[in-house]
């Protein structure tokens, strides 16, 4: 069983910055991010390899976000520039299993979620 626990949401203004971290109880593999908006169903926005050599975005957040990890602290970042009003949602990290992308991904854990508003 690996725990996953996020940190770092908030409050911030369109333009800002916020940067996630999702730590795990355990060794990692594929982890991947995710959010789900009030009303909207959970949907993908990056994952990274073990190795951190590959990764994927959502269309939405490319060029903004960038997902990395720091496999000596077993923790995986979400940094996020330019937010926008749209991206307010509960933000989740995942243990996941390649492949991963937008077409569909299968998640072995999931994080408790953390929230993030943008406000315009």
């Known amino acids: 069983q690996v725990q996953l626990v996020e940190s770092g949401g908030g409050s911030v203004q369109a333009g800002g910055s916020l940067r996630l971290s999702c730590a795990a109880s355990?060794?990692?593999?594929?982890m991947a991010w995710f959010r789900q908006a009030p009303g909207k169903e959970r949907e993908f926005v990056a994952v990274?390899?073990?190795?951190?050599?590959?990764?994927t975005y959502a269309d939405s957040v490319k060029g903004r976000f960038t997902i990395s990890r720091d496999n000596a602290k077993n923790t995986v970042y979400l940094q996020m520039n330019s937010l926008k009003p749209e991206d307010t949602a509960v933000y989740y990290c995942?243990?996941?299993?390649?492949?991963?992308?937008?077409?569909?991904?299968?998640?072995?854990?999931w994080g408790q979620g953390t929230q993030v508003t943008v406000s315009s």
């Open positions: 995942a243990l996941v299993y390649e492949p991963c992308s937008g077409y569909g991904c299968n998640v072995r854990y």
């Open positions: 355990g060794r990692t593999f594929p």
């Open positions: 990274i390899s073990w190795s951190g050599g590959r990764t």
